[in-house]
């Protein structure tokens, strides 16, 4: 049976995948940036760190698509009474952040993998099934920097929202979603009763 907290939480799953994910894409980010300084001579460096940017995107995309899976069998919990046009902003900025969060290791892989060189997966050389072709390389790559900043900017809405909620209107959505709320809900429950 549901418990009035599990009934207004996201589930265990949701949560750990919610911020496995955010770390890693925080991660990401920078990580996109700080690897085009690296010089291009001697070329082993610069080669070692993209092909790490490029296995951990391909994980967060095997990660998505089993948080996707997992959320289209498991709602997330109702929102709290708000204002109609806070939730409808709040299911539009996760709709874009779950779209960002497919095009952009998408499009890294495609333009990778029209590139002409071999995609690799922590080490493990992936089926090169695409020709060299510049043309969609140069598309994929301009998808790749445009989707970031969509996807930088649908972050700052994020986090600026959560922040507001917190510590403004100082209500319970963070709860929904940090590991750690059980335990400090249930604990100012026992403070209270006991
Ligand atoms: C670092 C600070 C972050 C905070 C404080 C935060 C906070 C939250 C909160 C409170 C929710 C639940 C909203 C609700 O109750 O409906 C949520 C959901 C969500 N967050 Fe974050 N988040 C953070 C980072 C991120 C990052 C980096 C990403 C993307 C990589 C992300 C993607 C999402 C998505 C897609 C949802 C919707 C989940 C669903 O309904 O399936 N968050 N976040
Ligand atoms: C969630 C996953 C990912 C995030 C957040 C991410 C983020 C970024 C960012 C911010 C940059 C720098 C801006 C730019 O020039 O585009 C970048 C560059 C790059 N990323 Fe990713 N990336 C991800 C996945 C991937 C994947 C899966 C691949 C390839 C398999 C890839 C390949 C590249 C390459 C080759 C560059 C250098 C610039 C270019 O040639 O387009 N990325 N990435």
């Known amino acids: 049976m549901q418990n009035s907290d599990s009934a207004e939480r996201y589930t265990t799953t949701a949560i750990a995948l919610h911020w496995l994910i955010a770390g890693l894409v925080l991660g990401m980010i920078a990580f996109g940036w700080w690897m085009q300084e690296i010089p291009k001579n001697p070329v082993g ?17 095997c990660l998505m698509l089993v948080r996707t899976l997992w959320r289209a069998t ?29 095009v952009q290791p998408l499009t890294g892989y495609l ?18 099934w695409a020709p060299k072709v510049d043309g969609v390389k140069d ?6 920097l445009v989707n970031s900043w ?22 319970r959505i963070f709860h929904r979603i940090w590991p750690w709320a059980r335990v400090a809900h249930d604990q100012g429950v026992e403070a209270r009763t006991g």
């Open 45 to 61: 460096p610069r080669v070692n760190a993209f092909n790490l940017h490029k296995s951990i995107g391909l994980t967060v995309l």
């Open 74 to 102: 498991h709602p997330p919990p109702p929102l709290p009474p708000m204002p109609a046009w806070q939730a409808r902003a709040a299911r539009t900025v996760h709709l874009l952040l779950y779209v960002c969060l497919f």
């Open 111 to 128: 333009g990778s993998a029209y590139s002409g060189y071999p995609v690799r997966f922590f080490g493990f050389v992936l089926p090169a």
């Open 139 to 144: 598309a994929m790559s301009v998808a790749h």
């Open 150 to 171: 969509i996807l930088v900017t649908a972050l700052v809405l994020h986090v600026g929202a959560t922040l507001k909620h917190a510590l403004i209107d100082r209500d």
